[in-house]
């Protein structure tokens, strides 16, 4: 192995395995041909292409991800709606 394993690379660089294996599949990490990650390019590049997400946290977040209509409410509202459905069933109460 060259470089470092995703495991090595989350220590290094103090992101979590998902986020590495999101700049990999995006691209921001240089990667030898065995499949380990070259640590001083990865660096360098993730420098120079930071993760579009983190910077949106970084600067306070865009104001149309808190609308109404954005997904992540949906899906709590749906997760809502499912977990009051299953409520009455499970406590025998219907």
């Known amino acids: 192995m060259e470089g470092m394993s995703e495991r090595e690379y989350s220590a290094h660089s103090g992101l ?4 590495i294996q999101k700049a990999r599949k995006a691209s921001r990490l240089v990667v030898y ?3 380990s990650i070259n640590t001083a390019a990865s660096d360098v ?3 120079n292409m930071p993760d579009p997400d ?3 946290r970084s600067t306070g977040g865009d104001k149309r991800l808190n609308s109404p209509a954005d997904d992540s409410s949906c899906w709590k509202a749906r997760t809502a709606l499912t977990v009051w459905q299953v409520r009455p069933k499970k406590f025998g109460l219907h």
Do not use: K, Q, V
């Open 33 to 35: 041909s065995d499949g």
């Open 45 to 47: 590049r993730r420098a």
């Open 16 to 19: 979590s395995r998902g986020a």
């Open 54 to 56: 983190e910077r949106r």
